[in-house]
T-cell receptor
């Protein structure tokens, strides 16, 4: 079974600064996907960024980028130029890439990020 | 394109009562998921449907929870009877579209707004 660990329950950052959220995972799979999802207060979960394990290049989406270290099973999220709207719970998630039709997400417990003005 | 719809948004019931949640996925999506998110935790998969068949219900407490997706489109999740520990947000998600004879985009799940259940 896969496990996802987010060791930072809460973090805060000043507006316009950079923050990094940590995630580690455990799996025996070789083909998989990793995701960061954002869940703002009382709003729905949205995908921030995803990484395919077979790709060595780290994924980037505008101000969001990841540092994917496959050997270390580490998948951190860097948010540059933090904005007030980035305040949310951030979840790291894992999906097997070769599970037939089973595409379930396994989530970590989340990191609550607060961006301060 | 309309997103994943869920209703009701909030529900308060007493323990031992029954409750049902409804989900309408994004049009054309074959795969539908129900997740349970207890306060302070990440979502946990309860059940996954591919069209109207069950792919994974290994973590569904089948003595009290049931779910169906009869026509391969919308879905209902029922709890009967509810317990205090069922208080949570129930999230529905969908993914996977048929294109060119192949299922694509199975790796991107779109979530609904969730139903917050409080059991007293």
């Amino acid at each position: 079974a896969q496990t996802v660990t987010q060791s930072q329950p809460e973090m805060s950052v000043q507006e316009a600064e950079t923050v990094t959220l940590s995630c580690t995972y455990d799996t025996s799979e070789n083909n998989y996907y990793l995701f960061w999802y954002k869940q703002p207060p009382s709003r729905q979960m949205i995908l921030v960024i995803r990484q395919e394990a077979y790709k060595q290049q780290n994924a980037t989406e505008n101000r969001f980028s990841v540092n994917f270290q496959k050997a270390a099973k580490s998948f951190s999220l860097k948010i540059s130029d933090s904005q007030l709207g980035d305040t949310a719970m951030y979840f790291c998630a894992f999906m097997k890439g070769s599970g037939g039709s089973n595409y379930k997400l396994t989530f970590g417990k989340g990191t609550l990020l607060t961006v301060n003005p | 394109e309309a997103g994943v719809a869920q209703s009701p948004r909030y529900k308060i019931i007493e323990k031992r009562q029954s409750v049902a949640f409804w989900c309408n996925p994004i049009s054309g999506h074959a795969t539908l998921y129900w997740y349970q998110q207890i306060l302070g935790q990440g979502p946990k998969l309860l059940i996954q449907f591919q069209n109207n068949g069950v792919v994974d219900d290994s973590q569904l407490p089948k003595d009290r929870f049931s779910a169906e997706r009869l026509k391969g489109v919308d879905s209902t999740l029922k709890i009967q009877p509810a317990k205090l520990e069922d208080s949570a947000v129930y999230l529905c998600a969908s993914s996977a579209r048929l294109a060119g004879g192949e299922w694509r985009n199975f790796d991107e799940q779109f979530f609904g707004p969730g139903t917050r259940l409080t059991v007293l």
